[in-house]
DNA sequence: TGCAAAAACTGACGGAGATCAGTGTGGCGA
DNA sequence: TCGCCACACTGATCTCCGTCAGTTTTTGCA
């Protein structure tokens, strides 16, 4: 049973049980594979007739660009995660799209994905929930950068990563693979890239965590939790209402 | 017609043209009139049950708390705006909704809520809409606490705000009144309130805008667009996707 | 109408983080 | 295998904004 398998349907499944015809539907909307290439940009803000995807590898980021040449990463999303969907209700996308690895990721019509809430509103309820939990880090990421300093930001994103990874398996209670470069942790963090740097040799030396190659490993779980006044709350809701 | 009169029926009104029979189920979910007076929280963080509220006049913030004491508010909603959706469709209201002055406002049982969506799918998709449309502001607002400076900031929030204004009638091209504190600016914009006050001290001196006793009045609209980079493609997006 | 309390406002000072201007290093395409 | 380019990393300096410690003005209410 390969929807099991699949990210979305695992993340989905933590929080609802889901009947054999509803994994089949979910089977249905991942038949369009698609893969990106690293650093093209997906779609672009501004652009109508957008189609959403359901990401199956890889990471992505949505960003907004300011004229005078900075821009702000508002999220990533990582396997199992929605792309676009905001932009497909708006009919025009308010922000772009950059996959930052190789990316495969499925396309799901306009069409179909109506059809999925007329045909399984219980997968509609689902997938309505999990937009609202994005909104809900969306939200949690402003708080941040409005009232958090730079190392409570990056213990915080950190933090929020691993539990998003986990719920997908992939993460584990001592890490996980993170492709991000010092860059793009800056564009997020609303930070300088050198300043990245400098708090993230902070947090090393202080023996919580270390971000090196690629991999994020944490030395001090709870100790960068009570740093980042980390709080899952925002992140574990109860599942969708049903109708 | 009373509907068409209301801030709510105003708003959608200006993006879909809504039949008598909508507009009557728009009445009908006026029915819960309801008063809270200023300062006194309607909904808290953690609570479950919540409801939602679509709002008939008067300001309102909702914001979030850290455990240093800090407050960070998310966004204010002004007549017509909806309140508390997202904590309905997660179960668990995720932030804190205060009344800042005193207001009027529907309560939307979650029940009444799904009938609609039911009956009149086309009002459905304009209230999805509608909260994209929300969720596109709060986007805008991370963006501008991440990338920013504390002038760019307060132009583009005075501006952001007479847009949404002038959509229900509240806002001239002139100006508008405004019943926020310099402290309320402060936990929205991420800044202390001291720097609001010299903020808006600067922008009075360099001939842009002057916010006093309650009233914002432009006085060079073009000039604080561009100090702002003030782009409303976030907010007029065509109308919501039809069934 | 009078006085607390809240809100607006100000100057002096300090600090978190930006910017500038680099050096080191690993991966990969020619 | 060489050289390039992206990325990681560093110290020095500057600046925007926070904090502190007030004064003045406005508002609400007794």
Redo the contacts with the bound molecule.
Sequence with gaps: MTALQSPFARKLGAFVTLSTLELSVLERLHSRRRTFVAGRDISHEGQTDQAAYILASGWVCSYKLLTNGSRQIVDFQIPGDFLGLRSVLLRTADHNIEPVTLIEASEVPVKDLMETFDATPRLGAAVLWAASRDEAMVVEHLVGLGRR???ERMAHFLLELSARLKLVGLATADGYACPL???LLADAL??????V?????ELREMGLVTF?NGQVTFQDFDGLVALADFDTAYLDHEGPLMP
Excluded: F, I
């Design positions: 300093d730079a190392r470069s010092q860059y609303g930070l300088s890239a050198v300043h740097n400098r708090v993230l040799r090196q």
